[in-house]
């Protein structure tokens, strides 16, 4: 029987919450890559290509997290890839993550006046262009908050991926639960860790959308 | 691939994913109803309570927006016993479901009651009102209106995030679904199953809610 000081677990959890960060890191430059191609479509010229991106996004934002990784997880194996829990974990929170963004930058390039394309087709840019120097940079800029809002769900939904069998903080955190028996401790403990790194993004996030009205 | 898709077994599963539905369904509308109470109690002491209870009631949102749903629905159903506190596995994810979603629609109901005109309040107040029926007869209807959207919003995201109540071993459609892979070892079809009843059921959970709340708080609700 190993003892465990309060040290021990707070050092043993401390590692495990590494593995949250990482995880959560991957999955928000993932579904920022996936999601732009997301973006793409949805505000495409073409409407099957529209209707695509919408169907994509209303299935996402439709269904449990956990299920998108249950059917990641015992899904890609049948396509004949190996799969362990950090892959399964990876890419079923980019997706979700994808869903997200695209909608909520769509939202951004959305709430530009019309009057912005117009003027870049004035000067003679084309399409990409358009996009690439006028349109994206403010759709991004106008919903800095709610990206970085974002950012505070996803890594709170990483403790799903403990369900899948990914060794972050919450998986973690069970098996020392299951040693110590001191869940109170344990889960406050996890509680706080989760705590200090979402509560200055969320912060971040509100200093943003004052920013935003005041202006 | 030698991998071929078998929904063979869905016959024999109809019941149990049906019962699931059933708990899902019954966890969510006592979610919704305790959750919304609870949030305009919150909302209310917030803008008008004592300094110590708009202190409290401020930690509480951002404790609870902060941390995982997940890690706070272990803490409830695992860390509360060990201070004498024993709760029923679907009465702990009926708590955690409520509290969870109190605090996103506590700052919900503020920002309602922050829309309507301070004028409405003095109007009532003038026609002899007592202060508890101008907030319960003027200001909530008209502020209920205004957030309906991102109220209904929040109550589809939490039942979607109620899947993870399984884990307590709450009998509710994504635990029939781990027990059916589980007899079937049809792990991708079960859960793909599964994942469209979710659909379905969030997509209807919407739309009874708009329609609901257009007859319940008139035309204008979207």
């Known amino acids: 029987m190993i003892e465990f000081t309060f040290w021990d677990i707070v050092r043993n959890l401390l590692l495990a919450a590494r593995w949250t960060v990482l995880l959560s890191l991957a999955a928000f430059v993932g579904g920022s890559v996936v999601g732009m191609v997301v973006l793409f479509l949805r505000i495409a010229k073409n409407k099957w290509a529209r209707r695509l991106a919408s169907g994509y996004i209303a299935l996402f934002q439709g269904t449990p997290l956990l299920m998108q990784l249950f059917l990641m997880f015992f899904g890609l194996p049948m396509l004949g890839l190996r799969i362990e829990p950090w892959t399964a974990a990876a890419l079923g929170l980019t997706f979700f993550a994808s869903a997200y963004l695209a909608e909520i930058w769509r939202s951004g390039v959305d709430a530009l006046p019309r009057g912005q394309w117009d003027a870049g087709a004035s000067l003679g840019l084309h399409y990409l ?24 769900q996803l890594i709170k939904s990483t403790a799903l991926t403990s369900i899948i069998g990914f060794e972050e903080l919450v998986r973690t955190s069970n098996a020392i639960n299951n040693a110590t028996f001191e869940p109170f401790t344990v889960y406050g403990l996890v509680a706080l860790i989760f705590f200090v790194m979402c509560f200055p993004l969320t912060q971040y996030a509100r200093r943003l959308e004052h920013r935003a009205t005041a202006r | 691939m030698g991998y071929s898709l078998d929904f063979g077994w869905l016959a024999g599963a109809t019941g149990a994913i049906a019962r699931g539905a059933a708990t ?51 803490f409830i159903f695992f860390g509360l016993p060990s201070i004498g506190i024993r709760l029923d596995p679907i009465l702990a994810a009926m708590l955690a479901m409520t509290l969870n979603m109190a605090a996103y629609t506590i700052e ?9 005109p301070r004028g409405q309040t003095e109007a009532a107040l003038a026609l002899g009102f007592r202060p508890r029926q101008v907030f319960v007869k003027i200001v909530l209807p008209q502020a209920l209106k205004v957030i309906f959207p991102a109220l209904t919003s929040q109550i589809v995201i939490m039942m979607l995030e109620s899947a993870v109540v399984s884990q307590i071993a709450v009998r509710e459609l994504t635990y029939e679904a781990d027990m059916l892979q589980a007899r079937t070892f049809r792990a991708f079809e079960t859960y793909f199953v599964v994942t469209m009843v979710y659909l379905v059921l969030s997509m209807g959970l919407r739309r009874l809610l708009v329609s609901g709340g257009r007859r319940a708080l008139g035309a204008g609700v979207s």
Not at chain 1, 138 to 151: D, E
Not at chain 2, 41 to 70: C, Q, S, W
């Open chain 1, 129 to 152: 262009q358009e996009l690439r120097l006028i349109v994206l940079p403010q759709a991004f800029s106008i919903t800095r908050a709610p990206t970085v809002g974002f950012l505070v």
């Open chain 2, 24 to 74: 899902t369904i019954l966890l969510i509308a006592v979610t919704t109803l305790a959750g919304t109470f609870l949030s305009i109690l919150g909302a209310a002491g917030r803008r008008n309570g004592p300094l110590l209870l708009k202190r409290a009631i401020g930690v509480y949102v951002e404790v609870m927006r902060n941390t995982p749903f997940l890690v706070q629905l272990f």
């Open chain 2, 108 to 116: 919900i109901v503020g920002a309602g009651l922050d829309a309507v």
